[in-house]
Each structure stands twice: as structure tokens, then as C-alpha cells.
RNA sequence: UCGGCGGUAGCUCAGUGGUAGAGCGAUCGGCUGUUAACCGAUUGGUCGUAGGUUCGAAUCCUACCCGCCGAGCCA
């Protein structure tokens, strides 16, 4: 038997007998022509069965499969302008390998409940194709970032003895009745003690949030990276995370033109964003252009989901928010020299009404100004006691912010709910499968 | 937790007090270089659950369950 081919290869093989081992997702046929839509992970490919071009068996064969038959499948690859991809195959053997049985998911509409509730086969459509790629490929292009500029990558576990912020919620687990610890929900503080060891890391793992949120932005589980660099001060934080949506943008225009198509994404601002020089607009400067469009805010107060959308909307491309009041962020954020009422975060915003995708910050390193706050915050001193012994040895500026994979995700694709760019999304009504 | 909307055939929905419907799917047949094909036939139901009002309830009332969207929280 010859070597398989992959679909997504076709167009290098025109005029060649190919094998495919692939999946109808539909057909078409009469007494005389049968279509067969074919895909096998890489692509989609017609398959064409003229009755007067093959043998008999085979004819029946073609119009015997139903929707997700498994299928050997040999032709002859054909250029054809009526063909999305500008080829087709001219289906000479057809071997079945497995029978479809009644798919649950008919080509027609279906709601969102229905097509989640079979998330397991859903993956196998176009739509969760293209957008699944475009996750594998972002995935990729963040290492190989990191990897270019000499990060290190760096793991931090998963079970915590407390909350890093203290504020939000977190999944306990019981330890054998013995002991209770609790799912991260971010990496950062064992990302610092990376940076002051290896000088550049980043994190990249799951997170758990046990926030009763039910909103199209919030999964209970999601996947976050946290880069941490010593000696980097607050500027030199929102440079890099320029630089590095700036560079997964421009990756996804490059090496995802099909999917992008497929999902119908408009790609101007994401061209914008590959060019990155991203607007800074100071807290006290988005305050005033929320009270412009109307909303009722007084200083010191944090943004919300819509003041997020208004502001993102200002602009072409991802926008930081910088200059927080010192009260609506965390414990470990630097303060300015000359303002302590402030300190040295930034949020990026994106646009398109997708939020804030990275929150970064400088992280205090003084010793006496970090037990202050923690202080002031009432958190477990015991708990932080190697957090805090950081600032003991050799305590340098450093700075580092998290994005959350979901969220930039589903930005870049274009699509309405974070539940679209997992492939098993876990949220506060799903679960299964 | 709060607010809005919803739950009727495998799927998407119509039906708002008087015999439970359509399209799609599936099955069978016809037809076609088709692209969500098309034409005909067949198939298809604890109307979310429990109780109540009524001669009669998918429809009105009460409680509960589940889902969707949003808020808060956040990435």
C-alpha cells in the first residue's frame, strides 16, 4: 500500500494517486455522480465519484457512507477553481473502516448547550478546527518568544498552601484529612524566586479561579502565562508586553490565513496590533474619558467589564492602563517614588470589547515596604515567610504580569465565549465531557 | 448571589384555554458538478418537574430544577 498523504498536502501532489485515511462529513449523490466531503485533521477535501469512472462496488460503497464514516481513500489529486481549496480528489478506491452510526451532529443549526454537551465529536467540525489550530500555534509562538529573548521556562506547582492576592476565591483540597491546600491561581510569587535564580522566566500552566462568574469571560480552569525578569522596572515590563502581542499577532496572520478565513475574522486590528506601539493612557486620563461617555466613577475606583469596552474601543490596537491607585491593586505592586498612592501597574486592554488581557506590575523589593503590606492586607505572614525571604538576599527591581491564554485567544479569533477556545471547557454549568 | 430571557420531536423552533405542528435530520425512492443541493414518501412527542385552577392546560397560577445572557469578581 502507498503512503498516506494529509489533505492539508493535496495541492503539492496535483496529478498524483494519492491515499487519504479521512472522515466524511457530508455527501451528495445520485445515479450518476456521488460527492464525498472528506477531512482528516489537516483539511477538507472534495471527493468526486463519476458512476461511468469507477467500478460498481465502489460506487455503492460511496453512497452507502453516512456523516463520520472512517474511510481509506485512494484518488487522483485534480486542480478545480469550483474547489475552496482549488483542489479535489477523483475518488478511485474506497475502503470502508468504520460506520458513522447515526453522528448526533446534523449539518444544520445547533445551540450552543447541544454542541458542548458533545464537545468530544464537536471538535472534529470546521469551526473548532480553525480555532484549536490558531490555540496550538499561539502556544508555540509564546515558547519560541521566550525562548529567542533567553527566558527560561518555569514550573510552579499547581497545589498552593494559600491565595497569592488573598481576594479571590480559590478550589480547596483535602489532604487526606490531615492538611488543606488549595488549586494556584497564578504562579507569580514561585515565578519571582525563578527570575531571582534564572534572571528571565515564564510560566505557562493552568489556573483555577472558584468565582461563581458566568459571563462569556470567565472559565473556572484557564491557561495563564507569567513572565518574571529581574532587574526590570515598570517601563521595560509594558515594552516586553508589547513586544511579545505584538509578535503572537503578527504569527497568527502569518500561519493561520486559512483558519482566520474560516472564522470570517476581520483581521484589521490584528495587523494594527503586529505593528504594536500600543497607546499608554494613564489611570486618572481613562477615568476622564469614562466620565466623557457617561459613566459615573469617582478616583480610586477599579474598571469594570464595560468601562473595559469603552476604553478598549478607543483604539486600533490593545491599549495599557497605567498608574493604578495603589488600593485597587495587590499587595506586592511597586509604588511610585514620589506618589506612594500610586503604583507601577499596567493593564493591557484589548479591543473589540475583549478586555483586559494581561495585568503586569514592578513588584515591590524593599523588605520593610513588603512586610508593611502584607501586614496592612492581613495575609498569613507564615505563609509568605519565603516570599518576603526573597527581598532578604540580594533584592533587586524586578517586574512581570500575567495573560491569560483564553482571553488573548478568543480576541485573536474573533468568537463571542472563552468555551470556544478549549477543547473542554470547564465552567460553573459544564463539566461533561 | 442578583437581574433579564428561556426549557415543546434526534436538532432548530412555531403554537399563549378547545384533536401536538413546521423545517432540518434519519429511512426509502427520484434527480443533480453538488457545496446548508433539490423533489416526493415514511418516521418521529412523559410539551423541564411537582402540585393547583378549569368541563378541558404546552398555554393560566404556585413552588422547584436546569440552561442562556449580563452584573459583581477577575485573566
Request: charged share 25%; glycine share 8%; proline share 5%.
Amino acid at each position: 500500500m502507498s503512503s498516506v498523504t494529509r489533505i492539508h498536502d493535496l495541492p503539492q501532489h496535483v496529478g498524483e494517486s494519492v491515499t487519504l485515511e479521512a472522515w466524511l462529513t457530508g455527501s451528495r449523490s445520485s445515479g450518476k455522480i456521488a460527492f464525498l466531503q472528506l477531512r482528516d485533521g489537516s483539511g477538507f477535501v472534495q471527493g468526486v465519484l463519476p458512476a461511468d469512472a469507477v467500478d460498481e462496488d465502489t460506487f455503492q460503497t460511496a453512497r452507502a457512507l453516512d456523516q463520520e464514516a472512517a474511510v481509506h481513500v485512494v484518488g487522483t489529486v485534480a486542480e478545480d477553481v469550483r474547489a475552496p481549496s482549488g483542489v479535489e480528489l477523483h475518488v478511485t478506491g474506497l475502503t470502508l473502516v468504520a460506520a458513522g452510526n447515526e453522528y448526533p451532529i446534523t449539518p444544520k443549526e445547533h445551540g450552543v448547550d447541544f454542541l458542548f454537551e458533545h464537545r468530544h465529536v464537536h471538535l472534529r467540525h470546521k469551526r473548532p478546527w480553525a480555532i484549536l489550530r490558531i490555540r496550538d500555534l499561539v502556544e508555540r509562538s509564546i515558547h519560541d518568544f521566550f525562548a529567542e529573548r533567553g527566558f527560561l521556562r518555569f514550573d510552579a506547582p499547581f497545589f498552593m498552601p494559600t491565595a497569592v492576592e488573598g481576594t479571590t476565591n480559590l478550589f480547596e483540597i483535602d489532604l487526606f484529612g490531615e492538611d488543606t491546600a488549595y488549586l494556584s491561581q497564578s504562579g507569580q510569587l514561585y515565578a519571582e524566586a525563578g527570575a531571582l535564580a534564572f534572571g528571565k522566566v515564564y510560566t505557562f500552566g493552568p489556573t483555577f479561579r472558584a468565582e461563581k462568574s458566568k459571563t462569556r469571560r470567565h472559565l473556572l480552569e484557564f491557561w495563564m502565562i507569567e513572565p518574571e525578569v529581574a532587574w526590570l522596572d515598570h517601563a521595560g515590563n509594558m515594552q516586553l508586553q508589547e513586544d511579545f502581542v505584538a509578535y503572537l499577532a503578527g504569527r497568527v496572520l502569518e500561519g493561520a490565513k486559512e483558519e482566520l478565513a474560516l472564522l470570517e475574522r476581520d483581521t484589521t486590528v490584528l495587523e494594527a496590533t503586529a505593528q504594536g506601539g500600543f497607546p499608554r493612557m494613564t489611570y486618572d486620563a481613562a477615568l476622564d474619558a469614562l466620565k466623557a461617555a457617561g459613566e459615573e466613577l469617582t478616583w480610586g475606583d477599579d474598571f469594570g467589564a464595560p468601562h473595559e469596552t469603552i476604553l478598549g474601543d478607543l483604539h486600533d490596537r490593545p491599549v495599557f492602563i497605567e498608574g493604578w491607585p495603589t488600593q485597587t491593586k495587590a499587595f506586592y505592586m511597586e509604588p511610585y517614588e514620589d506618589d506612594p498612592t500610586r503604583v507601577k501597574a499596567a493593564d493591557l486592554i484589548a479591543p473589540e470589547g475583549y478586555g483586559e488581557i494581561i495585568g503586569g506590575s514592578q513588584r515591590i523589593h524593599d523588605l520593610a515596604l513588603l512586610e508593611r503590606r502584607i501586614a496592612e492586607h492581613d495575609l498569613p505572614s507564615e505563609a509568605f515567610a519565603w516570599y518576603v525571604d526573597l527581598r532578604r538576599h540580594g533584592s533587586v527591581p524586578h517586574s512581570g504580569f500575567g495573560m491569560g491564554l483564553e482571553r488573548l485567544l478568543a480576541w485573536f479569533t474573533g468568537v463571542n465565549h472563552l468555551r470556544e477556545v478549549v477543547p473542554f471547557p470547564r465552567m460553573l454549568t459544564r463539566m461533561y465531557p
